[in-house]
């Protein structure tokens, strides 16, 4: 029920480390919440979700596939006006060749082809599909490994080991990275290593959520 001027509304917080969601949602129904706001968590909103909610309850994010029981509704920024949003931004900042690094991850496919869609200056895109094979990747992508495979050859060619400094490309001016926070951190050495660390890289909030706030 809508508040009457003069009424006084009880707003109760719930933290959801706390609990497990199911015993936390009891709770919330013994203190006779009216209405449930969050989680923000998307694995939490498919939780809540199953639980079937008795309460009219906005999330705080979209489900993936599951359809929203009968009282939820879902409130959230869809990975594709993010993306979006990136290439606004890029394009004001002046970004006309771009590498975009993306995983195999439902989401990360989705924003790639919605900036793909948007983006009208060059684009070189590199996948990858674990944190493990990320450096290896932005090396590709740099064509830092295609200076190696060139000293390899000259070395073979004369017989004996030649100076060698490997040389990324200079041609970019900045780098969409559509990973999750432990990729993200990941990122940041394999970028120093490929000579890449100057280059300016714009996320989305997949890179953040989830993190602790010392990472």
């Known amino acids: 029920p809508s508040a009457r001027a ?3 509304v009880r707003v109760s917080f719930y933290d959801t480390r706390s609990a497990p969601l199911p015993l936390l949602y009891e709770r919330i129904l013994a203190d006779g919440v009216d ?4 989680p923000l968590q998307k694995e939490l909103v498919t939780q809540l979700n199953s639980l079937n909610p008795e309460i009219p309850t906005l999330a705080l994010n979209y489900l993936d596939r599951d359809p929203p029981a009968a009282n939820l509704l879902q409130l959230g920024l869809i990975i594709e006006d993010e993306a979006h949003t990136i290439g606004q931004r890029m394009q004001a900042d002046g970004i006309e060749n ?4 993306h995983t195999y991850d439902e989401w990360s496919l989705r924003a790639k082809r919605a900036l793909e ?3 009208l200056g ?3 895109i590199q996948s990858f599909p674990d944190v493990k094979t990320l450096t290896e990747a932005v090396g590709v992508a740099m064509k830092v490994s295609t200076s190696q495979v060139r000293h390899q050859a000259l070395s073979d060619a004369f017989s004996f080991d030649l100076e060698f400094l490997p040389r990324a490309r200079h041609d970019l001016h900045g780098i969409v990275a559509l990973v999750d926070n432990v990729e993200a951190n990941a990122l940041v050495p394999a970028l120093r290593f490929h000579f890449a660390q100057d280059l300016p890289v714009y996320a989305s909030s997949q890179s953040i959520r989830g993190a602790r706030a010392s990472e």
Not at 98 to 101: A, Q
Request: cysteine-free; overall charge negative; hydrophobic content about 60%.
């Open 35 to 38: 209405f449930l706001i969050g």
């Open 117 to 119: 869609s948007q983006w």
């Open 122 to 124: 060059q684009i070189t």
């Open 6 to 8: 003069g009424e006084v």
């Open 98 to 101: 771009l590498l975009l690094l």
